[in-house]
C-alpha cells in the first residue's frame, strides 16, 4: 500500500501541482484547503508525512502544525511548510511551530519530491 | 559694603573740630606773646624810672645833704615814694642817718641802689639810696593788659570762627549732605532728567558743582541706557517668543513631514512585500506546471511542445528572479533584512560562485577566473547574502562583456578582504558611476530592454555590504572596462588553505 501524504494549501492550482507531483511518484495524496480541515484529516487519516502551506484561512499553517504536533498520534509525521511569506523569520517561525523542514514558493517541483522523498525513504 | 558698619563721622564735624583747635591755639599764642611783651614793657618802666631818679631826684638830693637840710632829703624821698611803681625808698646817709618812706616796709635786698656824690663833684659820696619796687603792682598791670588782649582775641577768634563754620556749612557740608542723599534716593524707575539745582544760582562753579553736573551726566546717561535696554530686552522677549512659535510651528511641520514620509515608506514596503507575496503564488503554479510537463508527468512531449516549455520556463525563471530583486529590496527597506552572521571560507564561496558561471561565461566566449593568493582568513556574515553580491557583479560582468575576461581578484588590506571584480566591458561614463547603484537605474536604459534586469541588483549588493560594515565602489572608464571593488569583514583566525589550490586558480571558460 502506497504512503498517504496530506497536501495543505488553499490555492486549488498549487494543491492540484501537488497532488499530480506526488501521484506521480506513486503516492496516495488527500488534500485540505484549510487550517482546521488539515488537523481534521490529519487525525482521522494519520499521513505519513503532511506538506504544510502557511497563509491558510481559519486556521494557519502554524497553527495548524502546533495542534498536529501536540496530538501525541500525529506527533510522530513529518511536517514540511511550503510558505510565500516574504519576509524573513518565516524559517524560524516554522520551526518554532514543530515543522520539521521548510520549502520555500516558488518552489521546484523536483526539489520538493526529493524532500519528500528523504522523509519516506 | 564693608564701608557700611563703619562708624559714620562727619566731614565738617571733622572740619570745625580743626578749625576751632587752631583758632584756640592762635590765641593762646598771642595772648602768651602779649603777656611776655607786658613783662617787658613792665621792665623798661621800671628802668625809665631809674634814670629818671638818677637825673633828677639825686641832685637834689646831694644838695640837701650838703646843706644838712634832713627835712628837705625826707620831702625828696617822700615825692620819689609817690610813683606807683615804687613800694619802698630808703637813704643811708655817710654820716649814718637813715631816712625813709614807702607803702610796705623795706625789703632786704634793695632792687636799685644809687650812690648820692657831693654837690661840688669831689670828694666822697654823701651816702646810698635804695629803691624797691611794688611788683604786686606791675604783676597786676601785666595781667590787666593780658586779659584785654585775650578777651578781644577770644571774641575775635570765636566770631572767625563761627563765620568759617557757618561758610563751611553752606559751601561743602549741606551740599554734600544733598548730593548723598540724591544718589541714595536713587532707583532704576526715577532715572529720568529732572533735577533741581544742587543750591542757589550764583555766577560761579566750584568742585561740587562740577561733580553734580557730572553726576547728572552719569545719571541721564544711565536712564538713557536703561530706557534703551528696556527697550531692547521687549524686543528681544517678543522675538523670542516669536522664535519660539516659529520653531515650534516648523518642529510640528518637520514632524508631520517626517510621519508622512514614513508612513509612505512604510506603505511602499508593506506593498512590495505583499505584492512579492502575491506574485510568487501564481509563479509556483507556472513553473511548477511547467516542470511536471517537462518531466513528461502528463505524458510524452512532441520537439515542438517540449521547446515552447522551455520557453515559458526560461521567461518564469527570470520573471522570479525580477520579483527576487524587488522583495530583496523592499526587505532591504523596510529594514528586515538581517544578516545570519558567522564564520566562511571567502575563496570557497568565491569559486562556487564562479562555478555556477562558467556555462554562461564560456555561452560567450568569455575567460573567467579567480585570483587570490595562497592563504587568506577566515571571512565572516552572511555567506548567502555575499555569495548573492558576487552573483550580482559577475552576472553583470558577464552580461556586459561581449570579449575578453572576466576576473575576480582577492586579497586583504587594512584587516579586511578587498574583492574586486573586473571585466573588459564597455566601461561605464563618470557621470553614470554613481547613479547605476541607485534603484531602477542602468548606465544606459536601453540595456535594460536588451540585456534584462531590474536595475535592483546593484542597489541591493551595495546594501547587503554597507550591512556589512563596508563599501561597494567602482572604477570604470568609457572603453576601458570596469572594476567593482568591495570589502568583506575578517574574523579572527587564519585559514590555510591546502597548498594544492594555493596557486591561482584559472577557470579557462574559453576552452
Known sequence: ?121 | MPDAVLPFRSIIRRLVRVVVMVAVCCAAAAITLQALYAIRQARTDFDASVRDISANRVRTLSSALGMSEPTLAQAQINEIAVAPQIAGVRLLTAAGIQLQAGRVPFAAVPDATLEIPPPAGSGSALGRLYLNFDHSYVMRKVLIDTAITAAFIGVFTAVLCALLIRFLRGEISAPLQRLSWRVNALTPEALDDSYSPLRVKRPWRDELDQLWEGFVTLHGGLGRYVAERNVAEAALAQERDHLDEKVAQRTQDLEAARNEADRANRAKSEFLANMSHELRTPMNAIIGYTELMLDETYGPLTPKMRDIHRRVERNGRHLLGLINEVLDLSKIEAGQLTLTAGEYSLVEMIRSTVSSLEGLARGKNLRLYVNAPPVLPIAYGDERRMSQVILNLLGNAIKFTESGEVEVQVHTEAEQFLVAVRDTGPGIAAEDQQRIFEEFQQADTSLTREKGGTGLGLAIARRIVELHGGRLWVESAPGAGATFSFTVPIAAKLEAEPPASAVTQTLEAAK
Open chain 1, 1 to 121: 500500500m502506497s504512503q498517504r501524504i496530506l497536501v495543505v494549501d488553499d490555492n486549488e492550482d498549487n494543491r492540484l501541482l501537488l497532488n499530480d507531483l506526488l501521484s506521480g511518484a506513486g503516492y496516495e495524496v488527500i488534500e485540505a484547503a484549510a487550517g482546521d480541515e488539515a488537523v481534521r484529516l490529519a487525525g482521522e487519516h494519520v499521513p505519513a508525512l503532511i506538506l504544510m502551506d502557511i497563509q491558510l484561512p481559519v486556521i494557519n499553517g502554524l497553527e495548524a502544525t502546533r495542534r498536529i504536533k501536540a496530538d501525541t498520534r500525529l506527533a510522530h509525521i513529518p511536517v514540511i511548510a511550503v510558505t510565500s511569506f516574504a519576509l524573513t523569520g518565516d524559517d524560524a517561525k516554522a520551526r518554532a511551530a514543530g515543522c520539521d523542514n521548510y520549502v520555500s514558493k516558488p518552489f521546484s517541483p523536483r526539489a520538493v519530491l526529493a524532500m519528500v522523498k528523504s522523509y519516506l525513504a
